[in-house]
């Protein structure tokens, strides 16, 4: 048997991401979650967290005055809990080359919309004042263009005719929810492949 995936979450807000991780990971998906960072001091996430006895950095806004150096105070934490990809589960702040070339191609990163459409902080608004039809959800690797990382994996929401901006929101998360557990898995299953184009492959 072997070894799970060891996982470093960063999260800022309610951590819903995280817990759908870390029941996946209760119920068998061969992960072990071996620290969470927090970008916020009230962060729900966090209680979250500690609920479950997991090990937290918190940073705050003073730490992130100097990006670089909160980047690195975030390696060096992950580092020495053994973590071998992070995870960006409502991580609301850019990553430095700090920490990207820390954990080249190994950085997740989770979007509400059918990227290259829709990138930025407010994409379930954009989409639905768009009036597209269909939008979605982005599994892919953070790179330093913000929204612009290889792309791991998508799933398409429908955007019904009787919708709200809340309706539609709730159903991106449910997807969310089930998309990051499954990318986890394929990973942690070693069927993830970065090709030399950047591009990534799956293995059946």
Known sequence: MSEPLKIG?????????????????????????????????????????????????????????????????????????GVEYVVMAGYMRMVTSVLLDAFPNRILNLHPALLPSFKGAHAIQDAFDAGVKVTGVTVHFANEEYDKGPIIAQRAVTVRETDTVESLEERIHDVEHEIYPQVLGWIADGRLEVLKNGKVRIHE
Do not use: C
Not at 55 to 78: G, H, S
């Open 9 to 81: 979450i960063l999260l800022s807000g309610s951590g819903t991401n995280f817990q759908a991780i870390a029941d996946a990971a209760a119920e068998g998906l061969p992960i072990e979650i071996a620290h969470v960072v927090s970008s916020r001091p009230d962060a729900y996430g966090i209680e979250r967290a500690k609920a479950l006895g997991l090990p937290v950095l918190v940073l705050n806004r003073e730490v992130y005055a100097d990006p670089n150096a909160a980047d690195q105070m975030i390696v060096d934490t992950l580092n020495a809990s």
